[in-house]
């Protein structure tokens, strides 16, 4: 029997909805919350990203603020932007995009982010809060892909979990996410040894690879639920790390791509934004 979607269109637009209604009493208030997208370079897939965060924000009220910076910006320059917005009381939230021009060192911009306003949960204290199981600010696409798992009703807790890709972004913290729900975790990269041998044993299989159609039906476990986390640009059409059709006749659930994950980061980044702009008024 073909897999059910877990659709990414449905689920963010609930998440929205509850979120619009605290960004409304927060505004009732007077108080407004504040999102500061940093863009250097003019690289498409991120220019995407980033107006796509913007239409998030105008929906849901969020004043939005995005500071364009050319390609050959200096890390100076690109520091002394976050430090100005580490001390704005209007900015509740900073984002730099990724990737960065490869002359500029992320982690040490990304280390200068106040971790109260890392709404993308990549400052080294959130990212080793997560690994401790400690209250933190989550990284958007993985708590999005967590949240619709749950949504779902797809229990978690004892499942073989395997997750392919070791991103600080994704592999990674999803990995810490599905140990904190009880499952067994197996971590799988370009080095592994035998992958499909890995991934047939999945209940709960998430591909975050960046590679088009990677994942097969035959590298896919009667009934799993799977969870494709990749964008990927094939002739012009999006598609994801899951060759989706063969699999989805093999799983119980899947995600698509467009219309999955990536719809939840953008409501994941909302959800940050909207938590640490409570955080910072209720002070
Ligand atoms: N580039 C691709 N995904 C992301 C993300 O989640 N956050 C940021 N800042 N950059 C990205």
């Keep these: 029997m073909p897999a059910q979607i877990l659709d990414g269109k ?9 979120l619009k209604l605290r960004v409304d009493a927060m505004v ?39 500071l364009r910076m050319p390609a050959d910006t200096t890390q100076e320059a690109l520091e002394a932007e976050i430090i100005k917005a580490n001390a704005d009381p209007a900015v509740h939230g900073i984002l730099v995009q990724l990737p960065l021009p490869r ?22 204290i959130n990212a080793g809060r997560l690994s401790r199981g400690l209250d933190c600010v989550v990284a ?24 392919v890709g070791r991103s600080n972004i994704v592999g990674k913290p999803m990995a810490l996410l599905l140990l904190q729900e009880n499952a067994t975790v197996t971590v799988c990269h370009s080095r592994t040894k035998d992958l499909a041998e890995h991934t047939r044993r999945a209940d709960i299989l998430v591909a975050a690879i960046g590679k088009p159609r990677f994942i097969t039906a035959d590298m896919v476990k009667e ?3 799977v969870v494709d986390v990749g964008i990927n640009r094939v002739d012009g059409k999006l598609c994801g790390d899951v060759d989706f059709e063969p699999v989805a006749e093999k799983a119980s659930w899947i995600t698509p791509v467009p219309g999955g994950v990536g719809k939840m980061t953008i409501a994941m980044l909302m959800s940050n ?7 910072a008024f209720a002070k």
Excluded: W
Aim: charged share 25%; hydrophobic share 40%.
């Design 10 to 18: 449905i689920i963010s637009a609930q998440l929205e909805a509850e």
């Design 28 to 66: 009732a208030q007077g108080n407004i919350p504040g999102l500061t997208v940093i863009l250097v370079g003019d690289d498409p897939a991120s220019q995407t990203y980033v107006a796509n965060k913007e239409k998030a924000c105008a929906r849901l009220g969020v004043r939005s603020t995005t």
């Design 103 to 124: 002359h500029l060192d992320s982690d040490r911009a990304l280390s200068l982010i106040l971790p109260e306003k890392d709404v993308d949960g990549f400052h080294d």
């Design 140 to 163: 958007c696409t993985p708590k999005g892909a967590l949240h619709m798992l749950k949504t779902a009703g797809i229990d978690i807790s004892g499942k073989e979990a395997v997750v």
């Design 223 to 225: 009934g799993a639920v």
């Design 273 to 279: 934004t909207v938590d640490a702009a409570e955080k």
